[in-house]
């Protein structure tokens, strides 16, 4: 009986040791595969993440629509590769050697006090102007400046009032200012709405937030009935509304008021301003309201 015994308890003995080393293979199986599992997930996210931030790259994914854009019928005022849909305000085409396309940008160029292009053509000054207009619509583009950098875009921009009060070439209307702010040349100089997000010279901006100089900024501008907004980085920055007090009182006290009908809505151009400092300007689109 004790061989027997001895017998039996050497079997349970052998059973439990394969019973837990099968036991050891399924936890190395499972945790091996946990780990597989979590590398692909994060491989994953990883991708999701820089798929996000290239849109904020120079990657081929600037100056395209999302599906979801697309559905809401977003469209592209610029596609990265033509000038097509834009043309010099009082030109039937682009000022030659002031506005070019580089790495998917339009780009201001500094000119300095260059007046001739290499083959000696002069060089032809004015804003860079939408072909269509717009009455009410939401706008949305990436813009950057280089230190103590100034531009502006402009809407509500009425051709024929720039002509006929301006020098022809360069478009008046209402200005989405676009400015480094920080620079020290400006401290004590400009206006409260001369910096940037404002409704220049008229509603000054609250809330600001820029990127840092060289980087770019996302900005936002919606009209749509007599209400308007700007938004800079996320942030509403002015809100005003077409036939306030507000704005017939800033208007008045503004550099813009010897020139009639100045702040009545309109079916409008869209501007980038030709300032004396290079500019950036990329991903620009629009849908109507």
Not at 10 to 39: C, G
Not at 81 to 94: A, C, E, I, N, Q
Not at 212 to 237: C, T
């Amino acid at each position: 009986m004790k061989r027997h015994a001895w017998l039996f308890n050497s079997d349970s003995t052998i059973t439990n040791l394969n019973v837990r080393k099968i036991k050891d293979m399924k936890d190395r199986i499972i945790n091996s595969n946990i780990a597989h599992i979590t590398l692909i997930l994060s491989m994953i996210l990883i991708s999701c993440l820089t798929d996000s931030g290239r849109e904020g790259s120079g990657s081929k994914y600037l100056n395209r629509l999302t599906r979801a854009e697309k559905k809401e019928g977003w469209k592209l005022l610029f596609d990265g590769k033509k000038f097509d849909g834009w043309r010099g305000l009082g030109r039937d085409h682009v000022p030659v050697g002031l506005w070019v396309i580089e790495n998917g940008m339009i780009k201001k160029v500094d000119t300095g006090n260059q007046k001739n292009l290499p083959d000696g053509r002069p060089i032809e000054g004015g804003d860079l102007m939408t072909v269509d207009t717009y009455e009410n619509y939401e706008l949305k583009f990436e813009w950057k400046v280089n230190k103590g950098g100034n531009s502006g875009l402009k809407y509500n921009v009425s051709e024929e009032m720039s002509q006929e009060y301006g020098s022809g070439y360069s478009a008046l209307g209402f200005e989405y200012q676009l400015l480094d702010d920080g620079d020290e040349k400006y401290m004590r100089v400009l206006k409260p709405a001369q910096f940037s997000g404002s409704l220049y010279d008229l509603i000054p901006s609250k809330n600001v937030n820029l990127k840092p100089v060289g980087e770019f900024n996302s900005s936002r501008i919606i009209v749509n009935g007599n209400h308007a907004e700007h938004w800079l980085n996320g942030i509403k920055v002015v809100e005003y509304e077409f036939g306030s007090e507000e704005l017939e009182d800033a208007y008045l006290a503004s550099k813009f008021s010897e020139i009639p009908g100045f702040i009545n809505k309109r079916k409008a151009h869209i501007v980038l301003q030709n300032h004396n400092d290079e500019s950036w300007f990329r991903n620009i689109k629009i849908r109507v309201l």
